[in-house]
């Protein structure tokens, strides 16, 4: 008899797709392999906020001391929150709106909350997507359209810098520079270096920029939502095309298309840290990254930037976690798996530190000026600072084919992990009509469809606009510790964080380390209450290249602020008309191992008692499928 049976009966489903299914209606499917589960995790983990956002918050945040907060924070929020979601996924083996539906009817709202941050993900950071396919398109170019002031989109008042590193034989002192930037004087090539090079990064008058905000951006004066731009409209439909069709066909194709978007980003960041490191000026790049600022350990921005940093780059709250968590199959040990992705997560940040910052420490040489004032986050580091130091290196079209083929690959890979996500969340609250067979591919058609005709005003003159005010407020640090706060106190309270770990003990044959419960209980909802205090603290006016965006913004973000959140408190009035006896009540097809230990213990005290009772009927039927489980494992 296996052990389930001798310390308590099981009650309820004892595992996914147990069920006959009804005639038409395909089962739920599985991972093909656990490698499947791996690569498709780490796509979705290791993006751009990994490769870039870390460097950038490492440096502006004291340079190596921003690792103990970011540690501090990663084991008591981030692991714990991200095993959580993960957890739940495979238990319930249902997407990131029916897991929290069976778990505890009540927080439905939780799981739908996620999905419209899902959604306002799938539609604004596409963009990136777009805008890299462009890039990468001119990047065959030689030279490259972005390091001269010769095109038709630049203005009297851009103004180019010739690399000594790439142009030695330039730099001579019987060169002759009068064929450069219309400079008369045949004097030694010193004179002119800080009155050229110097001047144009201080007031920003660079070809990149130019070509970012002239040519690419088109931004208007008015930052209206008209006309469209086609051909970055046409970028657009490329980058939904190649996302339609890596997950047409459900986690067969995502399964696969992840061996590459998971896979080839790390060989192409390892070539740029060897091209990097070997640059002159990285030195001075890697320390301004590492030396550590003692005194901005006591600061709290340093902590609050640590916080939404983990939280972000663990893409929690978004209910993906849950959705590919749910492909697992019942017995697999995704604690293990959970950890092992943490750390990779986590060590890729750190040494593409080393790769970006070396190349900014090049092109702070190059330019002769202080690296801090070249450094930037966002859309800023990839398509103007980024693309600016490439240029300064010989072959310079070879190694902007690089970087951008690797932010290609990132970009696509958490992009359409996503977008599965949420055809999958949709096909689980409709199994009858969309497990149907030609059904998978209409859904994921429509939700292609509609986000890219909604994404259409990003292309515009105004659309950076747009892009910001909904990276500001859709997907905004509020929402996000609000969400998350919410999901550990139903697990860890409502729930009971004990029958969780009981679930888990299921799942994995052993529990999990205890201070994880204490996590769930008390000190991960604590710093999301921390940290959301401070957020709500330090909220500033939206502010695009040094221009304040008007009233509309404050007004269209609120509401893309408050959608979400106001999902929570009407599915619970939702659950409270229909079923006020039964909201808290998991459903009976979960499966419960010891339906008589308390939900919630502490200091061996009770805190909350066992709500569910077995009955003979499962008993028999339960214990006959886990002895199978067992024998097959």
Not at 577 to 602: C, E, F, G, V
């Amino acid at each position: 008899m296996s052990e389930e049976t001798v310390r308590g009966a099981p009650v309820g489903d004892p595992g996914p797709d147990k069920k006959i299914p009804e005639e038409g209606v395909h089962p739920r499917g599985k991972w093909a392999n656990n490698k499947e589960f791996l690569l498709c995790m780490t796509a979705e983990i290791v993006d751009l906020g990994s490769i870039l956002s870390f460097p950038y918050l490492c440096f502006r945040n004291g340079g190596g001391i921003f690792f103990i907060p970011y540690f501090v924070l990663l084991v008591f929020c981030g692991i714990p929150v991200f095993f959580l979601e993960t957890a739940l996924g495979q238990y319930t083996s249902e997407g990131g709106v029916t897991a929290w539906r069976k778990i505890c009817p009540m927080f439905q709202g939780v799981g739908i909350a996620s999905q419209v941050i899902v959604s306002y993900l799938n539609i604004y950071y596409i963009m990136i997507l777009a805008w890299t396919l462009f890039y990468l398109y001119n990047s065959f170019k030689s030279p490259l359209p972005w390091s001269t002031c010769d095109n038709m989109w630049n203005t009297d008042l851009c103004h180019s810098h010739l690399s000594v590193f790439a142009n030695p034989h330039l730099f001579q002192p019987d060169s002759n520079w009068s064929f450069l930037n219309n400079v008369t004087s045949p004097d030694y090539f010193e004179d002119i270096t800080l009155m050229n090079a110097t001047e144009p990064l201080l007031h920003g008058i660079t070809p990149e920029k130019e070509f970012w905000i002239n040519r690419v951006l088109r931004m208007s004066d008015d930052m209206s939502m008209t006309p469209v731009h086609w051909d970055m409209a046409l970028c657009l439909l490329l980058a939904w095309v190649m996302c339609y069709f890596c997950i047409w066909k459900g986690i067969k194709s995502t399964g696969k298309a992840v061996y590459v978007t998971a896979t080839v980003p790390y060989v192409l960041l390892l070539i740029i840290f060897f091209r990097g490191v070997t640059l002159p000026g990285a030195g001075e790049g890697l320390r301004y990254y590492l030396i550590p600022d003692f005194h901005l350990i006591f600061q709290p921005r340093i902590w609050f930037d640590a916080g939404m940093l983990v939280l972000y780059s663990y893409a929690t709250c978004t209910g993906v976690l849950t959705t590919l968590g749910s492909y697992n199959k019942y017995k697999y040990n995704c604690y293990r798996d959970c950890l092992a992705l943490c750390c990779v997560n986590s060590v890729t940040s750190i040494f593409a530190g080393f790769a970006v910052f070396s190349v900014l420490g090049f092109m702070a040489f190059e330019m002769d000026v202080p690296i801090y004032e070249i450094a930037a986050a966002g859309p800023a580091l990839i398509f103007m600072v980024f693309p600016r130091a490439l240029s300064l290196l010989p072959g310079s079209s070879f190694w902007a084919v690089v970087f951008f083929f690797m932010i290609l690959l990132l970009t696509l890979g958490s992009q359409f992990v996503r977008v599965e996500s949420l055809a999958t969340v949709i096909t689980d609250l409709f199994p009858r009509h969309l497990r149907r067979r030609g059904a998978r591919e209409i859904l994921v058609l429509v939700i292609t469809v509609v986000s890219f005709l909604l994404g259409l005003p990003l292309v515009t003159g105004g659309g950076i606009a747009l892009y910001h005010v909904i990276d500001m407020y859709g997907s905004s640090g509020t929402s996000l510790l609000i969400i998350t706060g919410v999901e550990i106190i139903v697990i860890a309270w409502v729930y009971g964080a004990d029958r969780f770990y009981d679930n888990i003990e299921d799942m994995i044959g052993y529990r999990p380390f205890s201070l994880l419960k204490y996590c769930w209980l008390f000190i991960t909802p604590l710093i999301c209450g921390f940290l959301l205090l401070y957020n709500l603290a330090h909220m500033y006016p939206l502010v695009v290249f040094g221009y304040a965006v008007g009233t509309w913004a404050t007004t269209v973000g609120g509401l893309l602020m408050v959608i979400p959140l106001i999902c929570i408190p009407a599915f619970i009035l939702v659950s409270l008309y229909k079923n006020s006896q039964n909201m808290t009540t998991p459903s009976s097809d979960l499966r419960q191992a010891w339906p008589h230990k308390p939900i919630l213990t502490m200091c061996n005290c009770v805190i909350f008692k066992a709500q569910g009772q077995p009955n003979r009927r499962a008993d028999e039927t339960n214990e006959k499928i886990v002895i199978e489980e067992l024998n097959r494992v």
